[in-house]
């Protein structure tokens, strides 16, 4: 069982910036691919962005290229969403994501379906 508690969520004005950290329990984090996901009111949850297991390759959504960046520091079991630039359509509930396939492709890891376990979500609004 992995355990996922995101932080860094608040509100803040449009073009400023907030990052985001995932903290994840157990000791093979190393081994797991992580995703960020978003969830704005009345929409469908979409993905946001993806980092592989080793750090190397990373997908983003079109919304947010250039503008927000995955990371993850596997010493301290965490990922993190800087978000930069921020517009009020960022405005979501975001959500962090383990997936402990070895399997996946940085490919599949844009889609919701590999991940296997999700945190509860950390609110981030973006005011005009």
């Known amino acids: 069982q992995v355990q996922l508690v995101e932080s860094g969520g608040g509100l803040v004005q449009a073009g400023g910036s907030l990052r985001l950290s995932c903290a994840a329990s157990?000791?093979?984090?190393?081994?797991?691919?992580m995703g960020w996901f978003r969830q704005a009111p009345g929409k469908e949850r979409e993905f946001v962005a993806a980092?592989?297991?080793?750090?190397?390759?990373?997908a983003y959504a079109d919304s947010v290229k250039g503008r927000f960046t995955i990371s993850r520091d596997n010493a301290k079991n965490t990922v993190y969403l800087q978000m930069n630039s921020l517009k009020p359509e960022d405005t979501a509930v975001y959500y962090c994501?383990?997936?402990?396939?070895?399997?996946?492709?940085?490919?599949?890891?844009?889609?919701?379906?590999?991940?296997?376990?999700w945190g509860q979500g950390t609110q981030v609004t973006v005011s005009s």
């Open positions: 994501a383990a997936d402990v396939s070895p399997a996946s492709t940085i490919a599949q890891l844009t889609t919701s379906q590999p991940y296997d376990y």
């Open positions: 980092i592989s297991r080793s750090g190397i390759n990373t």
């Open positions: 157990g000791r093979t984090f190393r081994s797991y691919a």
